[in-house]
């Protein structure tokens, strides 16, 4: 009985990680809702705060900036925000914890800015 039941919990236990694990693998790059605004989404699990930073906001990734993106944890253990971004062709990257920049690993959109720098593209229709 007690072999019955870890097997269980067992099979339970690799499933709903393996549901987790398919749910992140398919978070898609920035897109524009029908309400026009972006839909930014990271999948950062130990990072503390996320920024969305790019020629759309001056850079900014202060949470005392006016024009900061800042990414809120979903019930997913998600990062997302939502943010209206005029059309246009932006470069951006995230910011982790205030000084970690990374590219946006779901997006394969890439840029190099012509200093040996690699940024993401965003385009907004």
Known sequence: MVK?????????????SCALRWVKERIPPPSQRADGKVLFLLDAPSAKSVFAAGEFNGWEYQPSGQRSIAL???KNDVWEAAAIIPSGRYTY???LDSYT??????????????TGNVNSLLIVK
């Open 72 to 74: 809120k944890k979903n």
């Open 101 to 114: 920049w990374i590219l946006d690993p779901h997006n394969p959109l890439t840029v190099d800015d012509g």
């Open 93 to 95: 990257k995230y910011v």
């Open 4 to 16: 019955s039941c870890f097997k269980f919990l067992t099979v339970i236990l690799l499933f709903s």
